[in-house]
């Protein structure tokens, strides 16, 4: 049953920290979505790869978060320097990209990082 | 973008079918409906998707009508187990993806 997958699961931290979130997608799928959930603001998508280049990324703080493709298994989410209102789970999802009509992709969800900042 | 307006929660009794309805006034022409489940400490789950008229599988159907202004998600007969915050998505080549506020349906025995 292939799965996303992200380390850490949970990550608590020093404001002024640098945080790396990793994602391992499906094997198989070119998308890979990057979201922030909190309570106040729900679900918030970040940045978007596709075939490993950010096709979208306007949903980040440029001046503090990077996100990235090394290679096709891996994506990682950055933060430097963290701050508490950059705690939130973050989730990382996979998908297979047929044209451009991103609407029709189904993606799939791994479990989250849950960071909190202090 | 379109915006989707879900309500904010539903209550119902097991073994009843449950309809969510999620409004999107201004979708585009190439956005598809996505419904996503998610239970807590998860991310979201696939449920279904369509484009216009009706959609089954063997979870749910998806209701939308001809304008596609709207869309009704319909659980037949929900359990303890279907308590989940369900979210109603719309999409589409502008790759810009916006999920809503989400509908917590919290199922009672």
């Known amino acids: 049953d292939a799965r996303v997958t992200q380390t850490p699961r949970h990550k608590v931290t020093e404001m002024g920290q640098e945080v790396t979130m990793r994602c391992q997608p499906i094997?198989?799928?070119?998308?890979v979505f990057w979201y922030r959930q909190t309570m106040m603001q729900g679900l918030e998508l970040l940045a978007y790869f596709r075939n490993r280049a950010p096709l979208d990324d306007s949903g980040m703080p440029k001046d503090r978060f990077s996100a990235e493709m090394p290679d096709a298994t891996l994506a990682t989410l950055k933060i430097q320097p963290s701050e508490p209102r950059d705690s939130a789970v973050y989730f990382c999802?996979?998908?297979?990209?047929?044209?451009?009509?991103?609407?029709?992709?189904?993606?799939?969800f791994g479990p989250g990082t849950r960071l909190t900042v202090l | 973008l379109a915006k989707t307006t879900q309500p904010i929660s539903m209550d119902s009794y097991e073994g009843q079918e449950v309809n969510i309805t999620c409004s999107h006034n201004n979708i585009a022409t190439n956005d598809y409906i996505t419904w996503y489940q998610q239970f807590p400490s998860q991310g979201p789950r696939f449920i279904i998707q369509?484009?216009?008229t009706k959609v089954t599988n063997e979870v749910a159907s998806l209701f939308i009508p001809a304008d596609r202004k709207s869309s009704t998600l319909s659980l037949p007969r929900v359990s303890l187990s279907d308590t989940a915050v369900y979210y109603c998505l719309v999409s589409g080549s502008a790759r810009q993806l916006t999920f809503g506020s989400g509908t917590q349906l919290t199922v009672l025995p």
């Open positions: 094997l198989g799928h070119n998308t």
């Open positions: 999802a996979s998908g297979f990209s047929q044209g451009d009509i991103l609407s029709t992709d189904t993606q799939y």
């Open positions: 369509g484009y216009k």
